[in-house]
Every structure is written in C-alpha cells, then in structure tokens.
C-alpha cells in the first residue's frame, strides 16, 4: 500500500508528478500500438484493406516538410495532380502533425520512422493535456490520470491510428476547454488568447474538430451566461463575453492562412463536398459495443456496397466507451447538487456531442424503424438542425463527432473518481485504513479501464522503398513521374483508382512531380483533366480499357510532343500495391505495349511489383 500513497504524492507535486505521468503514458503508448516499436523503421500500423488513407498520410508528413523547407506554401502542391497542381486548403493536411514531424525527418530521413516516433509522441501529450484538463476540474491527480487514460486510448482513437491520423491527434483538444476555463475562473485576456491560438491549430490539423470545437465554445458561453443571469453575477458575465472577440479573433486571424481560402473554396462549388452520409452515423449499441480490436480481436471487414448504417465495430463506428467510464460518470451525475456544479456542464456537453453523432435518426443497431402498439415510427436527432447550417455541415463521417463525447465522458469519469474517494475518506468504518483504501481503489479503476480499452497486438504493415526511385530523388533536373495505370481521386474518380492511390505511395519517394494523385478535397476540373491529354488518356485505362487507342492516342509524334510538353521522364508501369494487391490484370500488359511502342520509352528497371521506363531522348541535364 506504500506504493499507491507514494504514486499519489508524486503524481500530485510538480515537476516531478508531470514526469511520471509522461513517463505513465510513454509506458502505455508502446503498449497499446505493440508490436509496432519492433518495426519502427520500415512499417506503420493500418488497415490492410484500406491503406490509402496511411499512404495519403506519409505524404502529407513529407509534403510539408519539403514544402516549409523549401519556403513555399504547404497548401498548395505540383507534386501531385502535375501539371496543375492542386489547393490543398480542404485536404486533410494535418499540417501540425507535419510541422512537429520535420525535426524527425531531418534527423532520421526517414517518413514511415518519424510517423512512428510522432504518434508515440502525440499519444503522451494527448495524456498530459487531458490529465492537465481534468486536474484543474477534480484538483485529484488520480482521478485525472484516470480521465486521461480514457480519452488518450480510447477504442475510437485506437481505431483511427489504422489510418485517418487526422482524427487520431486528439492532443489539442484538452488544451481548448483548459484555456476557456482558465480565462472563465480568472478573466485574463491572454488565456482567452491561448484559446484561441489553440482554436486554430486544432483546425490545421483538423477542419472538422475545429467545427466542433466551436460548437463547444457556444454551448460553453450559453450555459455560464445562464449560470451568471441565474445567480445575478454581473461582474463575470460580462467578463466572459469581453474574452469572445478575443478568442474568435485570435482563432481567425492566426488560422486565416487557412480557413479563409478553404471557406472560398467551399463556396465556389468546384470542389466536391458530400453531404454526412447517414449510413456513417453512430447508434446506441455502439456506444456499448467493444472494439472489434479488443483483446486478440481483428480489424473490421469492409462492409459491402449499399448497406443502409454502418453496423457497431466497424471503422465508423467503432465508439466504445467503456462501462467503467459509464458507471463513474453516471456517479459524478448523481453527485450533482446545483445548477452550477462541476459535472453540471460536462454532463450537458457529453449528452449534446453523444446526440449529434447519432446522425439525423436515432438507430439502435442496424434499424432506426421502431414500432410502439402497432405504429411503426423513427425518432429524429438534433443532427437535422446541424445539418442544415451552411458550411459546418459538410462532414463526411457523422460519428466522428463523438470524440467530444469521449473527452467530456473521460472528465466526467474523473469527477465520478474523486466522488468515490471523497466518499471513502469519510467512512468512519475504514478508520486509519482509508489512506491505503482510497489509493487502492484509484488503481482498480484503472485497471478496468485498461482492460475495456486493450489493443495490441496491432495489424503492422511493412512498406518498401524501392531503391530505384531514391535515386531518382538524387538526379538533378526538372522532370515529372507517371504512375500508370493513372489515376486521380478525390470524391470523383478519372483514371485508375489503384493508380491514384499509387502516386501518392511513390511520390513521397523520388519527390518529383507525378501526373496521379489521391487527395480528400481537390476542383472537379482538376480530375477531369485526365480525359483529354493524347497518351495519359490512354494510359489512365478507364474501365479496365474497354477501348482502343483512339487517333491521337496512337499518333506517336503528337503522344510523344505531350511527354515532352509536361516533361515526363519516367513512366513506372504497377502490378502490385505494397500490400500485395493486384492493380490490374490483362490490360496492364497493353499498357505495356503501348510505353514501348507509341511512347517509345525504354525499360531501366524491373521487379514482381513494377516496370520502370525512360525518355530516351530526355535532355540528360534535365533542363
């Protein structure tokens, strides 16, 4: 029991208490992406099924850097979508993540490496800023480390790691709330401007946590102005609202780089927007579901086309939050006595990001069609009103929403702790023992958590890097690569899907411009390009080429002036993904023809997964 009194006391003295809990999730973050230390180097943790997305990724680490390092603008590229290039306002850059990866990369030259090191990194900080946040509520260091373990490994973050990292960095979202209540209890204008600061970089990472991390904002004014009105404060209350032009203005103004030509992009129509699909929102035996990785549990198989909602346990929706964290912050609900109480909003913000990601009908598994005597009817949510806001309504996924559910959840669970505790110190039937029984009891808490929330082991995929194109990455000159079968890919598709997905793969490799490329958000026009320049047209293969060539795509004179024009040097012709898909069949071996024959290139490499051709008669200086 000396061991549990003296973890209470370290955890509670500064600096020392800091270190141990990030040393604690250190601990935990090897643990719960196990094995993936012991393959740090060469493999990343993903979806085997899905791994674009990780692909799509690596290349937003490695785009910033040489994009911030190179001084020009991260949000817009000609490395992929060359010759034009595309905007990348509405992609989803992770442009902090790419920052706090170029010391990495500088230092390791290595992408997948500095990935690794960094999500281990962002799972620590996701732990200290979210036991900074609940200790400031609880002023109770283990029922904040309690709370941090929550949300920092919680099974819908977990999941993500396999391959949206935009949606795992959840390490800003602590820091918002904690400068909100900070400038609330204090009034100062610099920890609104904190707030605000942090506003924008949580949109950098992510423009859909920063729609929802304003939504917080708004609930947070509401329910302390009503809080103010009620008990007559005229002092805080309009101290709270002096802090609203500041935090929005900081917001704003640091984070207008982006947010001002993404909202231009929005509005313009070019770029195409799916409405939230509700087949993508939450349910009820969701939130009670166990993640399908739990224990020695596999990742979720795709799920066929046309199915009507998600089923629990799929990569959407997968919101597991725990029966611990339940059953503890239904005991902070019930220690509720006032209108102003500590778990008062916590509880009102927990319940309105819950209902939101229910989407626009309330479903209970795979039905949202109840039937009560006879009468068969459904049940509308709160997300039809978001749905009709203009703008913040554009968001793919609606269960993601529940992330705030999970951190407001994660501080309730951590009231609900030091509830238990403050109720056991004062049984008078533990006498002297309390001071060994309280501690205890912190610890079992945990360790039901991390029983709910186990991981490992994780799916780990070994990616290449293909020595050939590292060369390439050395030559000097100014040329661009086609990956064939192209493609490009955003919500519309032109060209090859796999091929698409490919570009992104590779061109992270050899950093030359290439014709494909995969991004979330890209112009319409940008895609269609491929439909009309004479020998790319062909070589995108729509279709599986159900076609010939057609009169231009056989005129080599006028194929080979077209290469020429956008500087091609390279065609590299796949068979296989990195994970061992196929990326074609028979027509792959037109294509071929056709390089060699129309394009007249000439083959300078070969393996199972690839065929690198050359422009003979491309200018050796490259100029």
């Known amino acids: 029991m000396v061991v549990f009194i003296n973890l209470r006391r370290r955890l509670l003295r500064l600096p020392a208490g800091w270190l141990f809990v990030a040393a604690f999730f250190l601990f935990w973050a090897v643990v719960q992406t196990w094995p993936l230390v012991l393959h740090a180097t060469d493999s990343i943790i993903n979806w085997p099924h899905r791994p674009e997305d990780s692909w799509q990724y690596l290349w937003d680490l490695w785009w910033v850097k040489h994009s911030l390092l190179s001084l020009s603008n991260p949000f817009h590229t000609d490395n992929l979508f060359y010759p034009q290039g595309a905007d990348l306002y509405l992609h989803t850059l992770t442009t902090v993540n790419g920052v706090m990866s170029i010391p990495l990369q500088v230092v390791t030259g290595n992408v997948i490496l500095s990935w690794n090191l960094l999500a281990i990194i962002l799972f620590v900080l996701s732990g200290l800023t979210t036991y900074a946040l609940s200790r400031r509520i609880t002023g109770n260091g283990a029922a904040a480390l309690v709370s941090a373990y929550i949300f920092t490994f919680s099974p819908f973050v977990l999941m993500r790691l396999h391959g949206h990292w935009n949606i795992s960095t959840t390490w800003l979202l602590p820091l918002f709330p904690l400068f909100l209540l900070r400038f609330h209890d204090s009034g100062r204008l610099r920890e609104a401007l904190f707030a605000g600061a942090c506003w924008a970089l949580i949109a950098y990472n992510s423009l859909e946590y920063a729609i929802d991390a304003g939504l917080f904002l708004g609930l947070f004014l509401v329910y302390w102005s009503l809080v103010h009105l009620r008990a007559r404060d005229w002092a805080r209350l309009p101290a709270l609202w002096r802090g609203l032009p500041v935090i929005a203005g900081a917001g704003l103004i640091l984070g207008a780089p982006l947010l001002i030509p993404a909202l231009l992009s929005v509005q313009s129509g070019d770029v195409s927007l799916p409405p939230g699909s509700e087949s993508l929102s939450s349910d009820l035996a969701a939130l009670v579901t166990p993640s399908a990785l739990w224990g020695p ?11 009507q909602h998600f089923p629990a346990g799929d990569i959407e929706n997968t919101v597991f939050l725990g029966f611990t964290a339940l ?12 209108l102003s109480g500590r778990a008062v909003f916590w509880a009102v ?46 968001r793919r996924g609606i269960s993601r929403m529940i992330v705030f559910g999970h951190l407001w959840l994660s501080v309730l669970a951590g009231i609900g702790v030091d509830v238990l505790q403050s109720w056991l110190r004062g049984r008078s039937w533990l006498r002297g023992s309390y001071k060994q029984v309280v501690p205890l009891a912190a610890v079992v808490i945990l360790g039901l958590v991390i029983l709910e929330y186990w991981n490992p082991p994780n799916a780990i995929s070994r990616l290449e890097t293909p020595a050939v194109f590292e060369a390439i990455a050395d030559e000097p000159g100014d040329f661009a690569i086609l990956d064939a079968p192209v493609g490009r890919s955003t919500w519309t598709l032109s060209g090859s899907q796999p091929g698409a997905l490919l570009a992104d793969y590779y061109a992270r490799i050899y950093g030359k411009p290439t014709v494909g490329g995969y991004l979330s958000r890209a112009p319409n026009e940008d895609v ?37 024009k956008y500087r091609i040097k390279y065609v590299a012709l796949h068979y ?11 027509e792959l071996t037109k294509l071929d023809g056709y390089i060699r024959t129309v394009l007249q290139f000439r083959q300078v490499y070969k393996d199972n997964n690839f065929t690198l051709f050359q422009d003979p008669d491309f200018p050796a200086s490259g100029g």
């Not at 549990?297 to 199915?307: F, I, N, S």
């Not at 296989?576 to 028979?586: D, K, L, R």
Request: include cysteine; aromatic fraction near 10%.
């Open 327 to 338: 059953l503890l912050g239904a005991l902070a609900v019930l220690s509720i006595r006032r």
């Open 349 to 394: 913000v927990f319940v309105f990001f819950v209902a939101l990601a229910m989407g626009p009908h309330l479903y209970v598994g795979d039905t949202k069609e109840f039937s009560l005597l006879g009468v068969s009817f459904t049940v509308p949510m709160p997300y039809q009103i978001y749905d009709k806001i203009p703008v913040i309504s554009s």
């Open 528 to 564: 269609t390009w491929l439909d009309n320049p004479p020998g790319i047209k062909y070589l995108a293969c729509p279709a599986q080429c159900p076609r010939l060539p057609d009169a231009n795509d056989r005129n080599a004179a006028l194929v080979k002036d077209t290469f020429r």
């Open 576 to 586: 296989i993904t990195p994970h061992g898909w196929p990326v074609g069949g028979a």
């Open 297 to 307: 549990g596999e990742l979720p198989a795709p799920v066929p086309p046309g199915v």
